[in-house]
Nanobody
Framework: QVQLWESGGGLVQPGGSLRLSCAAN????????MGWYRQPPGKQRELVAA???????NYEDSVKGRFTLSRDNAKNTVYLQMSSLEPEDTAVYYC???????????WGQGTQVTVSS
């Protein structure tokens, strides 16, 4: 069983920055793609960024150049550094682990990010 814990959300002004963290209960990065999703109010959940087990990253177009995904294998933690935040980034952000070779998906509990003046 994989457990994920997100942290780092909060209220920030437009143009500000936040760093989200997602800690796993064990070392899974060799076999899992890790993703950050977000769900804005009244909308569907969408993929924001992901990092494969091989270390390749991809980003949703609206966050390219503003968000950076990284991971610390020693800490079993992935990070989403968010800069130049916009009100449209307001959402609950969820961490996801997807096994590369099996239909196994795990979600964190979510962390609220609110961008407002």
């Amino acid at each position: 069983q994989v457990q994920l814990w997100e942290s780092g959300g909060g209220l920030v002004q437009p143009g500000g920055s936040l760093r989200l963290s997602c800690a796993a209960n064990r070392n899974i990065f060799s076999f899992y793609t890790m993703g950050w999703y977000r769900q804005p109010p009244g909308k569907q959940r969408e993929l924001v960024a992901a990092i494969t087990s091989g270390g390749s990253t991809n980003y949703e177009d609206s966050v390219k150049g503003r968000f950076t995904l990284s991971r610390d294998n020693a800490k079993n933690t992935v990070y989403l550094q968010m800069s130049s935040l916009e009100p449209e980034d307001t959402a609950v952000y969820y961490c996801n682990a997807h096994h590369d070779f099996a239909s196994l998906y795990y979600w964190g509990q979510g962390t609220q990010v609110t961008v407002s003046s």
